[in-house]
């Protein structure tokens, strides 16, 4: 069922045009350098946007990985410059979305769209993985969840 629904997202509502065009600004903003956080993050989102009934989007710290501070802070600070660009973006993201719910097959996909919004406007620090491990590390969150409060 994934599969299909990857193929229906990606040919006839456009998915490829979509993923295309979110590397296309990921890669620019990463060559410039100054914004590459920003332009990392939308690279990982276009990934995403190319099957996203098999991948999830989720943010590092979720994963144990070596970290750097001063990344993290320069990430930070470049944010802030991006929220005008990204609430335009998020806004074509959800034009999109209401044009998808227009026909019945188009919904599903509109609603794994309205998933990724957050990371349309806030793409640093995020990462594209399997679904099976975003489902991993959602059953140890809730575990952890559990312990702590049970």
């Not at 995020?126 to 991993?136: A, E, F, L, S």
Request: glycine fraction near 8%.
């Amino acid at each position: 069922m994934r599969i299909l629904g990857n193929i229906i997202w990606l040919i006839p509502c456009g998915g490829i045009i979509t993923a295309f065009f979110t590397f296309l600004l990921g890669a620019f903003l990463t060559v410039i350098v100054i914004p590459a956080p920003i332009g990392l993050g939308l690279m990982q989102l276009a990934k995403f946007e190319l099957a996203p009934f098999s991948y999830e989007m989720i943010s590092k710290k979720h994963i144990k990985t070596a970290t750097d501070s001063t990344w993290e802070t320069y990430s930070k600070i470049i944010m802030i410059f991006y929220i005008p660009l990204g609430c335009i973006i998020v806004i074509g993201a959800v034009l999109q979305m209401i044009l998808l719910c227009i026909t019945i097959i188009g919904i599903p996909i509109a609603l794994v769209l309205a998933k990724s919004l957050s990371t349309y406007f806030n793409p640093i620090n995020k990462i594209c993985v399997p679904r099976g491990v975003g489902d991993i590390l959602a059953n140890q969150k809730a575990q952890n969840f559990i312990q702590s409060n049970g």
